[in-house]
């Protein structure tokens, strides 16, 4: 089967205090967070790097250093440590950026805007992208047991250069008023309706924000967050909003059912979730 997309590049934004898991977030950013002997945001990667992709920009807060920036380069000092002690056989554990993968950083400035297409737009404009990206959140991962890749199933669900698509995750019917809700025909997206009554709902399945974005539609992205002020007591700057921009332009988003199971570990239980999954999982 010929492959229609290629995507190299990836957007994840991990900005941000992590304030629902205070107060260990004061010390260790949210997407450093452990499942089981790695962060959290290394399962975000390794996805990507399985859909083979090779640059990842990584979108960072404000702070004198980046833990991030730190697990994925070098520490010559602990490096040395463990050759001295006759441990070099846990040398290669250090090795924690894939090779052939580059690590992109972009600073996230805490200037009273917010919101899911803000990191976006400024990894977009900061590296000069315009071509379709994968985007990922790097506080949350869908496990695959068997070591698949959900990102390479959603590049592959798109049939043309010119689409976009968004996984979907089925939950239990009386949960959906907690999330945005996809309103899904012919396996395309056409809307999301946020935190709907159980009634209301238009489906079961929920936007848990891992996309494939065509050039257009992160072109679309930049220019929302670009054409609005929105200061701290206003708005956020939310990511389906392009989206809906997108789709009532007549652009194709494709909605992939996810396949794996999704972790999330932005909340103390979602967390302990994902621990127990994974480390199950050995």
């Given at each position: 089967?010929?492959?229609?997309?290629?995507?190299?590049?990836?957007?994840?934004?991990?900005?941000?205090?992590?304030?629902?898991?205070?107060?260990?977030?004061?010390?260790?950013?949210?997407?450093?967070?452990?499942?089981?002997?790695?962060?959290?945001?290394?399962?975000?990667?390794?996805?990507?790097?399985?859909?083979?992709?090779?640059?990842?920009?990584?979108?960072?807060?404000?702070?004198?250093?980046?833990?991030?920036?730190?697990?994925?380069?070098?520490?010559?000092?602990?490096?040395?440590?463990?050759?001295?002690?006759?441990?070099?056989?846990?040398?290669?554990?250090?090795?924690?950026?894939?090779?052939?993968?580059?690590?992109?950083?972009?600073?996230?400035?805490?200037?009273?805007?917010?919101?899911?297409?803000?990191?976006?737009?400024i990894a977009a404009e900061e590296f000069g992208i315009d071509e379709?990206?994968?985007?990922?959140?790097?506080?949350?991962?869908?496990?695959?047991?068997?070591?698949?890749?959900?990102?390479?199933?959603?590049?592959?669900?798109?049939?043309?250069?010119?689409?976009?698509?968004?996984?979907?995750?089925?939950?239990?019917?009386?949960?959906?008023?907690?999330?945005?809700?996809?309103?899904?025909?012919?396996?395309?997206?056409?809307?999301?309706?946020?935190?709907?009554?159980?009634?209301?709902?238009?489906?079961?399945?929920?936007?848990?924000?891992?996309?494939?974005?065509?050039?257009?539609?992160?072109?679309?992205?930049?220019?929302?967050?670009?054409?609005?002020?929105?200061?701290?007591?206003?708005?956020?700057?939310?990511?389906?909003?392009?989206?809906?921009?997108?789709?009532?332009?007549?652009?194709?988003?494709?909605?992939?059912?996810?396949?794996?199971?999704?972790?999330?570990?932005?909340?103390?239980?979602?967390?302990?979730?994902?621990?127990?999954?994974?480390?199950?999982?050995?």
């Amino acid at each position: 089967m010929m492959k229609i997309m290629s995507i190299t590049k990836a957007i994840i934004p991990i900005a941000g205090w992590g304030t629902r898991r205070l107060p260990i977030t004061k010390v260790i950013e949210k997407s450093m967070l452990p499942i089981g002997n790695r962060p959290i945001v290394d399962y975000v990667v390794e996805d990507c790097v399985k859909a083979g992709i090779k640059d990842i920009y990584l979108v960072i807060g404000e702070g004198e250093c980046s833990q991030v920036k730190a697990y994925y380069g070098e520490n010559l000092v602990l490096e040395k440590y463990l050759e001295e002690r006759g441990k070099g056989d846990r040398i290669e554990l250090m090795k924690t950026a894939p090779k052939g993968v580059n690590f992109h950083y972009v600073v996230q400035k805490d200037d009273g805007r917010y919101g899911t297409a803000l990191p976006v737009a400024i990894a977009a404009e900061e590296f000069g992208i315009d071509e379709a990206v994968a985007v990922l959140m790097g506080d949350d991962f869908i496990w695959e047991a068997e070591g698949g890749s959900e990102m390479a199933n959603l590049i592959a669900s798109v049939e043309s250069e010119d689409e976009s698509a968004i996984v979907g995750a089925t939950i239990a019917r009386e949960d959906v008023s907690k999330y945005g809700v996809l309103e899904v025909v012919e396996g395309k997206l056409a809307g999301i309706v946020e935190k709907p009554s159980v009634e209301e709902a238009p489906s079961s399945m929920i936007n848990i924000s891992k996309y494939v974005m065509s050039a257009e539609m992160l072109r679309m992205v930049v220019d929302y967050v670009k054409g609005n002020d929105f200061g701290p007591k206003d708005q956020e700057y939310m990511i389906t909003d392009p989206i809906f921009d997108y789709i009532r332009a007549g652009n194709v988003m494709r909605v992939l059912p996810m396949t794996g199971r999704y972790l999330d570990g932005g909340s103390l239980e979602g967390w302990l979730e994902a621990n127990n999954v994974v480390c199950g999982s050995y």
